[in-house]
């Protein structure tokens, strides 16, 4: 299982930090990614991390203001998220796959809201 967590509300320009803790494997063999749901849209990717090197990427709206990382040793993979807009709320969600796999494992999200 995967479960994701640190969301909460914050304002404009503020920073959070979401958790993706895994049970029962290992996240270690897996590339992890996050991913969003906005109301009203569809989910978009927004970063991963890959499992053996550690290549990160992101998409454009989140370059150079949210940094994936990951800790085998514990388990978790995080997203920092720094001068957030009220654009980045959505429901975060973390997802785990077997490259070059589809993300086949899914935490529930958690909700960031970023509103004055």
């Known amino acids: 299982q995967l479960q994701a967590s640190g969301g909460g509300l914050v304002r404009p320009g503020g920073s959070l930090k979401l958790s993706c803790a895994a049970s029962g494997f290992s996240l270690g063999y897996y590339g992890i990614g996050w991913f969003r749901q906005a109301p009203g849209k569809e989910r978009e990717w927004v970063s991963c991390i890959s499992r053996g090197d550690k290549t990160t990427d992101y998409i454009d709206s989140v370059k150079g203001r949210f940094t994936i990382t990951r800790d085998n040793d514990k388990n978790t993979v995080y997203l920092q998220m720094n001068s957030l807009k009220p654009e980045d709320t959505a429901v975060y969600y973390c997802?785990?796959?077997?490259?070059?796999?589809?993300?086949?494992?899914w935490g529930q999200g958690t909700q960031v809201t970023v509103s004055s």
């Open positions: 997802a785990a796959r077997l490259p070059p796999g589809p993300w086949d494992y």
